[in-house]
């Protein structure tokens, strides 16, 4: 199993997504799944992109800082 962090774009926000999954497939559709369980009003998005992936082992883990982004090139 996978450990997966995406990013979400719409046209004001970078939304990050951390999923675990079995496969790639699987790793999207469930961040269509938990964008849906999250908000009331499901945002236009455009763009879904696979961020990092990561093994799933004890210790492992992302860091999440609000300025690291696809879209700001850091």
Same mark, same amino acid.
């Given at each position: 199993?996978?450990? #997966?962090?995406?990013?979400?774009?719409?046209?004001?926000? +970078? /939304?990050?997504? /951390? /999923?675990?999954?079995?496969?790639? @497939?699987?790793?999207?559709?469930?961040?269509? +799944?938990?964008?849906?369980? #999250?908000?009331?009003?499901?945002?236009? +998005?455009?763009?879904?992109?696979? #961020? @990092?992936?990561?093994?799933?082992?004890?210790?492992?883990?992302? +860091?999440?800082?609000?300025?690291?982004?696809?879209?700001?090139?850091?």
């Amino acid at each position: 199993m996978d450990l #997966y962090r995406f990013e979400v774009t719409t046209k004001t926000d +970078v /939304i990050p997504v /951390i /999923i675990a999954a079995e496969n790639d @497939e699987a790793a999207f559709r469930l961040v269509e +799944v938990e964008l849906e369980k #999250y908000f009331l009003r499901l945002p236009e +998005v455009d763009d879904i992109s696979l #961020y @990092e992936k990561k093994k799933i082992r004890k210790g492992n883990g992302f +860091v999440l800082h609000e300025q690291e982004t696809i879209l700001s090139g850091s």
